[in-house]
């Protein structure tokens, strides 16, 4: 394998070459020779990648992927597909409640799976089993098979007590929490943005004091057992404001925004359109400022994907009966442009963070370094057709639009993604 990559601006600042345009020579898997100056030998294979960005491959701490149990919403090999073509070279499976990972042989067989495909997929197993909030599962099994880390996804852990525990049991195991937060005493069954918009909607609406008092909840209990936490997709500027502050008292906290969340506000749910229906909820123009401005800060972390497929029955229905969620694998890069996101932060948020909260190495772009990297030219729009889907399930608010910020090619390792026309 003989690859040379043309023209590339590189985004890595573990590379001599940050900021620098440069050829890329890569050979059976490792970067053999960068500069401005290197030439492709005879046997290379060319790809001109002028005006792209080289970053390392991103990677998703936030995604569904129903194999095994839920194969009808994704496969291990879809969701690797579909990855690849967001720029993803790792993914987090994360546990879900109707497939909950809480074995040992369920973390081999995804592993063992993931194998065969072109991307990292690591599974982190369930904190409670059946995500139920009451038992703890066997985490160190599941570590000691892989897992990389422990959630119960969008599920929020009620009772304080067992919060206490699994954050107690975790920390003495060496292993890290997400939790998603929300107060399901205040959000109860609703499902949009509490706020004067709707009230003109007529439906009950889920205050962002659901989410800020779990946050507040979970903090106190990470500063009481000197335990990191990861929070999950956080919706709020009230959220943000006191993640900075805990961070500020030393607080061992991390955390996340949904991709989705920089682009919509809750006016979008005025149409009653499905598609749009994802939890936390969309809020208000005021939250939306605080979380881009969040991520600019350092308060915010990473940004994921929030995958969540589902068959086209559960998401065409009324707005109250459908299920949440949207896939967002393949147009986590588009909503990260569009949100005004420069390539050093789109890096930073979507190829380091989530590789150092996990512990795991982080990709260089650097001669000697295994390929890991992924091109994508920002200003450049394609069609998010149907055939350019590659998840199973196609539960997508863009799907048939032109999006901004096209993934050309991916190398990880020995393996390689182009796009075609």
Not at 70 to 94: F, H, M, P, R, S
Not at 98 to 107: G, M, N, Q
Not at 139 to 150: H, I, R, T
Not at 271 to 278: A, C, I, T
Request: net charge negative.
């Amino acid at each position: 394998m003989k690859l040379f990559l043309r023209g590339l601006k590189v985004a890595d600042p573990n590379s001599e070459f940050n900021e620098q345009t440069v050829n890329i020579r890569i050979v059976d898997g490792k970067y053999e020779a960068l500069g401005p100056a290197i030439e492709p030998s005879k046997s290379d294979q060319i790809i001109d990648l002028s005006e792209c960005v080289a970053a390392p491959g991103f990677f998703d701490m936030n995604c569904f992927i129903g194999d095994p149990g839920l194969e009808t919403k994704e496969e291990i090999e879809t969701a690797a597909q579909a990855a690849v073509a967001g720029g993803y070279t790792g993914i987090l499976n994360l546990s879900q409640k109707k497939s909950s990972i809480e074995t040992k042989s369920k973390v081999d067989y995804i592993l063992q799976k993931a194998s065969r495909t072109m991307v990292d997929i690591i599974p982190a197993g369930a904190i409670s089993k059946h995500h139920e909030g009451k038992d703890l599962t066997e985490m160190y099994d599941m570590q000691k098979a892989g897992a990389l880390a422990f959630s119960d996804a969008d599920q929020a852990i009620q009772d304080d007590g067992f919060m206490s525990r699994a954050l107690q049991y975790a920390k003495g195991i060496q292993a890290k929490l997400l939790v998603y937060p929300e107060n399901a005493s205040i959000a109860g069954k609703s499902q949009i943005h509490e706020s004067a918009h709707s009230i003109l909607m007529g439906m009950k609406g889920i205050p962002a004091i659901a989410e800020e008092l779990q946050i507040a909840r979970d903090l106190c209990l990470a500063q009481y057992h000197d335990a990191p936490i990861h929070i999950q997709t956080i919706s709020s500027a009230g959220s943000v404001a006191l993640i900075k502050k805990a961070k500020k008292d030393g607080i061992k906290v991390t955390c996340e925004v949904a991709a989705h969340q920089l682009n919509y506000t809750e006016e979008i749910n005025a149409g009653f359109d499905s598609h749009y229906k994802v939890k936390p909820p969309f809020r208000e123009k005021a939250d939306q400022k605080a979380l881009i401005q969040g991520l600019k800060d350092g308060v915010i972390d990473i940004i994921v994907s929030q995958h969540r497929p589902h068959e086209i029955e559960f998401k065409k229905l009324e707005f109250e009966q459908a299920a949440y969620g949207i896939i967002g694998l393949q147009t986590t890069l588009h909503y990260a442009l569009k949100a005004g996101l420069t390539s050093s932060l789109i890096t930073e948020k979507l190829a380091l963070n989530p590789r150092i909260i996990l512990g795991l190495a982080i990709p260089k772009i650097q001669v000697e370094e295994f390929a890991n990297i992924v091109c994508y030219h920002p200003t450049q729009t394609w069609e998010y057709s149907t055939a350019r889907n590659y998840s199973k399930s196609a539960n997508s608010p863009l799907l048939g639009q032109t999006l901004t910020g096209l993934v050309k090619t991916v190398v990880h390792n020995t393996k390689i993604y182009s796009y075609e026309q």
